[in-house]
């Protein structure tokens, strides 16, 4: 994987190298914790203020570094198991409001976020010294966004449309796990089975960046993405095999993620189960395509109809796999055993198609279809993998070309990210999150 772009901001501001790629394989949390310093910053426009000023300042400190579930850092410290977390960059927590010279109108971001970093250095507030990250805070009423928050894939930026007096988790996550490099995580329906013509359909619903929710955290390939699981809890595959996996997230030691080569492609593994705050409503073992090793960009392989969504009733294990056959690349997985913390999948990488259950393995396949062309089923155009050089939103100027409406219109199930003419990717707030606004704005 080459550097990253937040990873050259790193190095050019002199600060620690940070996230995806940094933490060595073999890691442990205590030596390897990331502390984002984060500066929340309240600004405000020549034309609307916020209508609690006092209410948005008291309770942004909590919003993004309080002890509670519902808190920014307490969500990062969770799913990343300790290894990662947003730290306050100033004693208050938040700066502001700060009033910019411009008006709302027009969602004009590039020039939020350049106003507002002017507004800083003339408190002495550098970007790179005194914070890594920013979070850009301002009224949605008169600004016309068609989104409730917005990220940069990956770096250091953050913008949240707030309407009411706090940006809820699900809004915050989704924007610093763009932050992270991920993108969004699409689902792709291969209900005959094979993996080769399957169909691009919504979001996978197994993650904050896929239309989960908070509760749903990261999946396998985007906890690989931000370097939150060490060598032998993300398992390279390299020989058939069968292999026990624990549960994605919760506390313990053991494989959490099978990661698979697929062609081009690698297929990612993972067993979800309720774990602390995380995952009360998933269970099984779930498949993922990563497109040319782009972890943060992966979608869900979904083989069943009855896709589980925050929204519906059905049930927790709809969307896990039972077997995945890949005859392009000769990869075939097979769950063996699944429930209550802990799953056994078997693996084979020579051809070998397998089955479901016990005797996983035991069916061959006599004779197989000849393979058909590679097909690259993953949608998902995110392409968050050092696709972005946000040094150019630094040194500002440039306002980005791209029109985040055609993303926000279609909801989160979009997963071609608009990429502006600097070469910067922004992704708007998952589709929870602008479903809530339209209503609103409605209202
Ligand atoms: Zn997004």
């Not at 394989?25 to 500066?39: G, N, Q």
């Not at 997963?415 to 922004?426: D, E, F, I, M, S």
């Amino acid at each position: 994987m080459k550097t990253s772009a937040l990873g050259r901001i790193a190095l050019a501001a002199g600060v620690a190298a940070l996230t995806a790629g940094a933490l060595p394989a073999t890691a442990h949390a205590d030596d390897s914790k990331v502390e984002r310093k984060t500066l929340p910053v309240m600004v405000e426009f020549s034309d609307a203020s916020f209508q609690d000023a006092d209410a948005v300042k008291a309770g942004t400190p909590d919003t993004y570094f309080g002890t509670g579930k519902d808190s920014l850092a307490s969500f990062f410290t969770e799913v990343s198991r300790g290894q990662y977390t947003t730290v306050p960059a100033v004693e208050e927590g938040v700066v502001g409001p700060v009033t910019l010279p411009m008006t709302a109108a027009g969602c004009d971001h590039n020039r939020i976020n350049t106003l507002t970093r002017e507004a800083l250095a003339a408190q002495g507030l550098v970007m790179g010294e005194d914070y890594e990250s920013l979070s850009v805070i301002f009224p949605a009423q008169k600004t016309g966004c068609a989104w409730a928050g917005l990220g940069s894939v990956p770096g250091p930026y953050t913008w949240i449309n707030l309407y009411g007096t706090a940006g809820g988790l699900g809004v915050l996550g989704h924007e610093f796990g763009h932050n992270l490099g991920l993108g969004h995580q699409g689902r792709s329906m291969c209900t005959d089975g094979d993996l080769v013509d399957c169909t691009s359909n919504g979001t996978s619903a197994k993650s904050l960046m896929g239309g989960g929710g908070p509760a749903a955290g990261f999946s396998a390939p985007e906890m690989i993405r931000a370097g939150w699981l060490s060598g032998s809890e993300a398992v390279k595959v390299d020989a058939s095999g069968t292999y026990t996996l624990r549960s994605l997230h919760g506390a313990g030691e053991g494989t959490r993620a099978l990661d698979i080569p697929m062609g081009e492609d690698r297929l990612v593994v993972e067993y979800r189960h309720a774990a602390g705050t995380l995952d009360g409503a998933i269970e099984g073992v779930h498949a993922y395509r990563v497109p040319k090793g782009a972890y943060g960009s992966s979608s869900l392989i979904d083989m069943t109809e009855a896709n589980k969504t925050l929204a519906n009733d059905a049930a927790t294990d709809a969307d896990a796999i039972t077997a995945v056959t890949d005859t392009a690349s000769k990869v075939s997985v097979a769950v063996v055993s699944s429930g209550g913390g802990k799953a056994t999948v078997k693996v084979s990488l020579d051809g070998e198609k397998l089955t479901s259950g016990p005797s996983a393995g035991k069916t061959t396949d006599a004779n197989p279809a000849p393979a058909p062309a590679p097909e690259h089923t993953g949608s998902d155009t995110d392409a968050g993998d050092g696709a972005v050089d946000a040094t150019e939103v630094r040194s500002g100027g440039s306002a980005p070309a791209e029109d985040t409406t055609d993303l926000a219109a279609t909801g989160g199930g979009s997963n071609t990210a608009p990429l502006a003419a600097t070469g910067t990717l922004l992704v708007a707030a998952g589709a929870g999150a602008l479903v809530m606004m339209r209503r609103r704005r409605r209202a």
